[in-house]
């Protein structure tokens, strides 16, 4: 089974409306990453999250870690079609710094 | 710019060929990792190296793929006598200034027919 589960794995949303991505873990989280992938490219490094109740914001784009419940989100506000992409949730399995990743969630933004 | 160049960013090979991708960080940083990416999947870790040293290698590294980081700045990642199974999005990443926090560079698209 996949250690890293993300919810949705697609989404679409009218421009302006808000939106979560959720990502669920199956072991302890010793850091949790969150990156955006457009298509055919490499990974943007969006926000890094390590300890429990730990949130973060970057313009609309907020990142929450529930270390107890093992989960972290991803909330951004009055989307734009500039955030249509994949979103990818990575941990930090505490090896040497090599990350796991989820299968990410596939946004696609309405004009 | 994630301070991580690759080339090629395309690769188009014939099966049982040998291909050789280059990475590029930003010279003052340590750790590089090497990833692998199918479509619909999230990264896959290869290999990842302190300087020039290869510290750990995953299972999925076979014995046709083979990486060096010579003088501990660029990477090359080679795969000998290729398969179909290997076309996929080749990644590489660099740690940042936290030595901990990794940024990728745009990959190389590999694809064996």
Not at chain 1, 36 to 53: A, H, R
Not at chain 2, 68 to 91: C, H, N, V, W
Request: hydrophobic share 25%; aromatic share 8%; charged share 25%.
């Amino acid at each position: 089974s996949q250690e890293l589960e993300q919810s949705p794995q697609s989404l679409i949303v009218q421009e302006g409306k808000n939106l979560t991505i959720n990502c669920t873990s199956s072991k302890t989280l010793y850091g949790l990453y969150w990156y955006k992938q457009k298509y055919g490219e490499g990974l943007i490094f969006l926000m890094m999250l390590q300890k429990g109740g730990e949130e973060k914001s970057h313009e609309k784009i907020t990142a929450k870690l529930d270390e107890k419940k093992q989960q972290s989100s991803l909330h951004i506000t009055a989307s734009q079609p500039s955030h249509a992409g994949i979103y990818l949730c990575g941990a930090d399995r505490g090896s040497q710094g090599n990350l796991i990743f989820g299968k990410g969630t596939k946004l696609s933004v309405k004009p | 710019d994630t301070g991580v160049s690759q080339n090629p960013r395309h690769k188009i090979t014939k099966r049982g060929q040998n291909v050789t991708f280059r990475c590029d960080p930003i010279s003052e940083h340590n750790r590089l990792y090497w990833y692998r990416q199918t479509l619909g999947q999230g990264p896959e870790f290869l290999t990842y190296f302190q300087n020039e040293a290869q510290l750990e290698k995953s299972r999925l590294l076979s014995d046709r793929f083979s990486a060096e980081r010579p003088k501990g700045s660029f990477s090359t990642l080679e795969i000998q006598r290729t398969e179909q199974g290997d076309s996929a999005m080749y990644l590489c990443a660099r740690t940042g200034v936290d030595g901990e926090t990794q940024y990728f560079g745009p990959g190389t698209r590999l694809l064996v027919l």
